[in-house]
């Protein structure tokens, strides 16, 4: 016998980052808020369709501006901006809400730090964060 000797081959820190990858994208509980590093949209593809201000964390005061966009392909972007931040960006391919590739999520930056960091799905709430409350 040789246990002593027998040694796991170290993983990498790509391989590290692979598997996280990988055990995020096979996270499907549909409730669960994904986190991670998300980018904003490219608006340079968007044209900007109209602002609203909305209530984004249902105390009746409308705190959140929201501004549309669209792009030619009909898909649509806004994002929510409060006290001068945007915290979050809603992205849309309308028609392939239950494609697995493409948009159609929100992602939102949970602590004012400018990472978006969590990852909703469309149908799920999200609240304007603490940070800017
Ligand atoms: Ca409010």
Same mark, same amino acid.
Request: aromatic share 6%; hydrophobic share 55%.
């Given at each position: 016998?040789?246990?002593?000797?027998?040694? $796991?081959?170290? =993983? @990498?820190?790509?391989?590290?980052?692979?598997? $996280?990858?990988? =055990? @995020?994208l096979c996270n499907t509980d549909a409730a669960a808020i994904e986190t991670g590093i998300y980018q904003p949209?490219?608006?340079?593809?968007?044209?900007?369709?109209?602002?609203?201000?909305a209530d984004g964390d249902g105390d009746g005061i409308k705190e959140t501006h929201v501004v549309h966009y669209q792009d030619v392909a009909g898909d649509k972007v806004f994002s929510m901006t409060t006290k001068d931040r945007v915290w979050a960006w809603s992205m849309e391919t309308p028609g392939e809400e239950n494609a697995e590739s493409g948009w159609n999520y929100v992602i939102r930056d949970s602590n004012c730090d400018g990472v978006f960091d969590e990852k909703y799905q469309l149908d799920e709430e999200f609240q304007v964060p603490d940070c800017l409350k």
């Open positions: 016998m040789q246990i002593g000797l027998i040694k $796991a081959r170290p =993983l @990498a820190s790509a391989s590290l980052a692979t598997m $996280a990858l990988y =055990l @995020a949209p490219d608006l340079s593809r968007f044209l900007l369709i109209s602002g609203e201000d």
